[in-house]
């Protein structure tokens, strides 16, 4: 059975951090580039960052560049987003997700590209409220 199960999300103050997770069984990250996406009410669901083969291999949105850090921990086929100095505006629902290395190095799709994720997570909540 696969499964990508988030945690790590909830109500956190201005300037706080949180760091977001997503466990998968039945797949093996090792194969995967990993995004992550969020959606914010009433707004469309969009790219926040991504992660390739290795931790050094990384992209983020303008929007949370120098502030979100994704990476992961193969070992335990896990990968995190490690959010500092949230801002409100960073208040969405948080979305993992996995797409095959092969896709993602093709240069067929850009790493925001949703519909070429193959598994998703459920989601998290982050809020960010003082």
């Known amino acids: 059975q696969v499964q990508f199960v988030e945690s790590g999300g909830g109500l956190v103050q201005p300037g706080g951090s949180l760091r977001l997770s997503c466990a998968a069984s039945g797949f093996t990250l090792d194969y995967y580039a990993i995004g992550w996406f969020r959606q914010a009410p009433g707004k469309e669901r969009e790219g926040v960052s991504c992660i390739g083969s290795s931790n050094g291999d990384t992209y983020n949105a303008d929007s949370v560049k120098g502030r979100f850090t994704v990476s992961r921990d193969n070992a335990k086929n896990t990968v995190f987003l490690q959010m500092n100095s949230l801002k409100p505006e960073d208040t969405a629902v948080y979305y993992c997700a996995a797409?095959?290395?092969?896709?993602?190095?093709?240069?067929?799709?850009?790493?925001?590209?949703?519909?070429?994720?193959?598994?998703?997570?459920?989601?998290?909540?982050?809020?960010?409220?003082s």
């Open 99 to 129: 797409l095959p290395l092969s896709t993602y190095y093709s240069g067929t799709y850009y790493w925001g590209v949703q519909n070429a994720y193959k598994y998703w997570g459920q989601g998290t909540q982050v809020t960010v409220s």
